[in-house]
Each structure stands twice: as C-alpha cells, then as structure tokens.
C-alpha cells in the first residue's frame, strides 16, 4: 500500500517551454501533497504544499507563477514549470500524506532537463 | 521542527548490522522521530518512526533514548541494496506537518 506515482520520470525540454508533472496516490486519498526539488548533491527542498480544493502554499523564494501547482482531486497533483530555463533543470519529488498516520510517501522523482 | 544531527557517512559490511544515530536534543515532547533513505536517482523512502517508545517493522528496528535526544536506526542483516542516503527527521505529527530533510547519513554496504 501506500504507493505514489510521478509522471513523467524523465523529460528533456528547450527553453521557453512549460512542462506539467503529475503525482498520483494510487491506492489512498491525499488531501495533502507536497513538491520538493533536489540539485545534484544537494538535500530535498520543499518547494510548496498542496491542499485539495484550494491554493497551493509556496515556500519563501519558490516563485508561484512560475511553478503553477493544481490538486484537483484527492489523488492527483500537478506541477507546471513555466517558460523553463536551464537553472530549472532538477529533480522534481512530490510526496502525498496518508491520512490515518499522516506519514507522507515519495513518489519516484522527476528528472527534468532544460536546454 | 527540531534540528537533528547525523554522521556525512558510514560503511558497513555486507550481513552485518547497521547503526545510524542521530542526535536531536532539542526535540519537542509532541514531534516523532521519522526515518526516510534515499537511493540514488529515486524518490525517499519510509521506514519507521516513532514517539518516545521503540519500534520495529520488516525493515529496520528504531531505538530512541529515554530523554528522547537522540535515536539509532539499526538496520539487522545489512545488503548491497541498502547502500543509500538516510534521513533522520523530527516533526510534529499533524495534518500537513512537513518534513524538513537535512544532510543525512550515507551508507555505503560493502561486499
């Protein structure tokens, strides 16, 4: 139980170009899930939190506009990188919250690369 | 949520049991300790947590101190596949509480 999906788990795009990312709890409802992204070598940073039915929660620094965030249905989430540029290129992770411990599952991870 | 404190690396050999310690000394008596490992190029995994009593599953068995400042992940029959980044966080167990991940331990297996 307790399994997360990320698709796609790799995409290469040219600069200027948007690129959606989807999360998918596949066996529970999250009514909570969460984007990190992760550089080479670095630790897992938490870009925003988000709620089913409202607006995503964004951490200081991660720009909203530009890293649009939909959690339209308790069992997907999804991640638009608009207009990337090539510091975009990262790891992109979502996480969902399993509600009757509350402990969040990983999805596999996105490798985003922007040309 | 609480700082914790974990050694860059450790090895161990291949069989043998790991022990991953973490030290979180300003802990808060209502945050769990949460234990996740990264695997190269793959999202985290879960593995344990726990309050102020010890706790084991199929994977790994947590010992937390009794002034619950610091904890030991031990891992009893170590494999190749367990080479990977372990993440000791502390938090507060309620809706949408994050996970703040820190450096965390590389463990490497060896054969």
């Known amino acids: 139980g307790a399994v997360v999906s990320q698709h796609p788990s790799r995409v290469i795009c040219k600069s200027g170009t948007s690129v959606k990312i989807e999360c998918r709890s596949l066996d529970f409802q999250a009514t909570t899930m969460f984007w990190y992204r992760q550089f080479p070598k670095q630790s897992l940073m938490l870009m925003a939190t988000s709620n089913e039915g409202s607006k995503a929660t964004y951490e200081q620094g991660v720009e909203k506009d530009k890293f649009l965030i939909n959690h339209a249905s308790l069992t997907l989430s999804t991640l638009t990188v608009t207009s990337a540029h090539p510091e975009d290129s990262s790891f992109y992770i979502c996480s969902a919250m399993a509600g009757e411990t509350d402990t969040q599952y990983f999805g596999p991870g996105t490798r985003l690369t922007v040309l | 949520d609480a700082k914790t404190t974990q050694p860059p690396s450790m090895d161990c050999a291949e069989g043998r049991a790991a022990n991953l310690p973490c030290n979180h000394s300003?802990?808060?008596?209502?945050?769990?300790v949460y234990w996740y490992r990264q695997i190269h190029s793959q999202g985290p995994q879960y593995i344990i947590h726990?309050?102020?009593n010890n706790e084991t599953n199929e994977m790994a068995s947590l010992i937390i101190t009794e002034d619950r400042k610091s904890s030991t992940l031990i891992l009893p029959h170590a494999t190749l596949r367990d080479t990977a980044v372990y993440y000791c966080?502390?938090?507060?167990?309620?809706?949408?509480?994050?996970?703040?991940f820190g450096e965390g331990t590389q463990l490497t297996v060896n054969p």
């Open positions: 300003t802990i808060s008596g209502n945050e769990y």
């Open positions: 966080i502390v938090r507060v167990e309620t809706s949408g509480s994050r996970l703040t």
């Open positions: 726990g309050l102020k």
